[in-house]
C-alpha cells in the first residue's frame, strides 16, 4: 500500500471541505480551491480528517493514490498558508518592475516584457532584482515562475538571466580558457 497515500490528511479549523463523489472544493481564509479526481478513488471526510482509498492494487490504481492525496493535502496547505516561489534577475541592466497587478520585465531585449498576472496570482518586487510569485494553487504558482523564467533563462558562460532563488548555474569556459588549457 502507498506509504503516502494511506496518510489521512488533517483539516485546520476555518477550512471548509466539501466531497461530491469524485469532485472536491476547499475553501479556507485565503481562497477557494475545487478539482476533480480519477472516479475510482474514493475521498472519505470523517471528522475533521480527510482519506483517500483505492479499489485494489492494479497498477493505475497505486498510482493514482499517492497523487490525489498528495493534490488533496497541497490543496489544503494552499488555502491556509499559500505557496510562493522567489526569482531572482542576474545581469547589468537586468531588473523588474511591477506594472499594477502584472509584471515588467527588462532582460537584455530591445523592449521590456509585460507579463501578465494569471488569476489567482500575484506578484511581489521587493528589489528591482528580486520578483516572488504568490497563490494558493500550487500548480500555477510553480507554472507561472517557470514561464517569467523562461522570459530569459540563465546561460552557462557569464551566469546572466532569470533563476530560481538559490539555483546553482554551471558555467562552462569559455573560447580563451579553452585554448590556454
Known amino acids: 500500500m502507498s506509504r503516502i497515500g494511506r496518510q489521512p490528511i488533517a483539516i485546520p479549523a476555518g477550512v471548509q471541505v466539501s466531497v461530491e463523489a469524485s469532485h472536491v472544493a476547499v475553501s479556507g481564509p485565503l481562497g477557494a480551491l ?14 475533521g480528517t480527510l482519506r483517500v482509498e483505492r479499489p485494489d492494487d492494479e ?20 488555502v491556509t498558508k499559500g505557496y510562493e516561489k522567489r526569482l531572482e534577475i542576474v545581469g547589468v541592466g537586468y531588473r ?14 530591445s523592449h521590456p516584457v509585460l507579463f501578465r498576472a494569471p488569476a489567482g496570482i500575484a506578484f511581489e518586487v521587493p528589489q ?11 500548480q500555477l504558482v510553480g507554472e ?12 552557462p558562460y557569464k551566469g546572466k538571466g532569470i533563476r530560481y532563488e538559490g539555483e546553482h548555474v554551471r558555467k562552462k569556459a569559455g573560447k580563451a580558457a579553452k585554448g590556454a588549457a
Open 34 to 47: 475545487e478539482q476533480d479526481f480519477h472516479p475510482d478513488m474514493r475521498i472519505l471526510l470523517d471528522d
Open 59 to 78: 497498477r493505475l490504481h497505486r498510482s493514482l493514490h499517492g497523487l490525489t492525496r498528495t493534490l488533496l493535502a497541497n490543496m489544503v496547505d494552499g
Open 96 to 109: 523588474a518592475i511591477l506594472r499594477d497587478a502584472d509584471l515588467e520585465v527588462a532582460a537584455g531585449y
Open 128 to 138: 528591482p532584482t528580486r520578483i516572488v510569485v504568490r497563490g494558493i494553487d500550487k
Open 144 to 155: 507561472t515562475a517557470a514561464k517569467i523564467r523562461k522570459i530569459r533563462k540563465p546561460e
